[in-house]
T-cell receptor
Framework: DQQVKQNSPSLSVQEGRISILNCDYT??????FLWYKKYPAEGPTFLIS?????DKNEDGRFTVFLNKSAKHLSLHIVPSQPGDSAVYFC??????????????FGKGTHLIIQP | ETGVTQSPTHLIKTRGQQVTLRCSSQ?????VSWYQQALGQGPQFIFQ???????GRGNFPPRFSGLQFPNYSSELNVNALELDDSALYLC?????????????FGQGTRLTVV
């Protein structure tokens, strides 16, 4: 029973273009969503988050969009840079992210930025 | 910059043995969570500790247990190891109920059970 789904195991994007990573969820109790980035041999690094009371949050080159009715969120990276090549995890939480149920992660999308 | 450190980085154990993994939380954080990441999967929540007590648990059997110490460092203990316990174990620290807290992860411990 996968409550957070990232249906694209990998994505290849040309340097300078927009990268769009998608994530779907099934649990209506989720009210806080996060994106993490992971390089090999390192732990996941927090990237950006969004509360369910918003539909967009922007931080520099990174923007997360949330569509609650569709239970879908996406991460946009503009422009894409070589250092963005990594595995990106979508994660969700109930209780505004501070709850004791932990984070529920998707399986990740491997983003490859082509020169 | 994350200050979460885990030890050891790699470990090989035999089926049936017991293992202890350690985590040092980032300064100022009072909550620690443990996750298991199997190959090709996302991290899966094991449990969370706050004020030295377990206050949340994922779908893991009781042979997975933990401790949190007064300095907020933590241990994950796994008894009666099974082959399927082979995974990357991640520790994450955060500040309890900071309103949308983001967890800071360590680099993980790679456990191989043979």
């Amino acid at each position: 029973d996968q409550q957070v789904k990232q249906n694209s195991p990998s994505l290849s994007v040309q340097e300078g273009r927009i990268s769009i990573l998608n994530c779907d969820y099934t649990n209506s109790m989720f009210d806080y969503f996060l994106w993490y980035k992971k390089y090999p041999a390192e732990g996941p690094t927090f990237l950006i988050s969004i509360s369910s009371i918003k539909d967009k949050n922007e931080d520099g080159r990174f923007t997360v969009f949330l569509n609650k009715s569709a239970k879908h969120l996406s991460l946009h990276i503009v422009p894409s840079q070589p250092g963005d090549s990594a595995v990106y995890f979508c994660a969700a939480s109930g209780d505004s992210g501070g709850g004791a149920d932990g984070l529920t992660f998707g399986k990740g999308t491997h983003l490859i930025i082509q020169p | 910059e994350t200050g979460v450190t885990q030890s050891p980085t790699h470990l090989i154990k035999t089926r049936g043995q017991q293992v202890t993994l350690r985590c040092s939380s980032q300064s100022g954080h009072n909550t620690v969570s443990w996750y298991q990441q199997a190959l090709g999967q996302g991290p899966q929540f094991i449990f969370q500790y706050y004020r030295e007590e377990e206050n949340g648990r994922g779908n893991f059997p009781p042979r997975f247990s933990g401790l949190q110490f007064p300095n907020y460092s933590s241990e994950l203990n796994v008894n009666a190891l099974e082959l399927d316990d082979s995974a990357l174990y991640l520790c994450a620290s955060s500040f309890w109920r900071s309103g949308g807290t983001e967890a800071f992860f360590g680099q993980g411990t790679r456990l191989t059970v043979v």
